[in-house]
Nanobody, 131 residues
């Protein structure tokens, strides 16, 4: 059984940093897409960043230049380094895993895997950024 457990959330002031971790267990295949999502109250779940088993990464425009996604395969852990945090980053942050790639082909175009296209989710960790 696949389990994802997030940690590292907390309360910080604007401009501060946090590093989120997501421990993955029970996944036995070599191919995957791992993603970070966030959801603020009353808002839809938003993709933050993702990384494929080939190391390909993508970061949402809203956090580009401030957030970095990485993984340590020896520890089966996914990370999200968040710098220069803003109050609008306040949300519950979730990690997710799917056995498919991070790119989804849609006709002649392609896009990154959306939240509804991940099979496994963690419980989330709260990030609160104050002024």
């Amino acid at each position: 059984q696949v389990h994802l457990v997030e940690s590292g959330g907390g309360s910080v002031q604007s401009g501060g940093s946090l590093r989120l971790s997501c421990g993955v267990s029970g996944y036995m295949y070599s191919g995957y897409c791992l993603g970070w999502f966030r959801q603020a109250p009353g808002q839809p779940r938003e993709r933050v960043a993702d990384i494929g088993s080939d190391g390909d990464t993508s970061v949402a425009d809203s956090v580009k230049g401030r957030f970095t996604i990485s993984q340590d395969n020896t520890k089966n852990t996914l990370y999200l380094q968040m710098n220069s945090l803003k109050p609008e980053d306040t949300a519950m942050y979730f990690c997710a895993l799917d056995g498919g790639g991070c790119w989804i082909q849609v006709g002649r175009d392609r896009r990154r895997r959306g939240s509804h296209e991940y099979n496994y989710w963690g419980q989330g960790t709260q990030v609160t950024v104050s002024n």
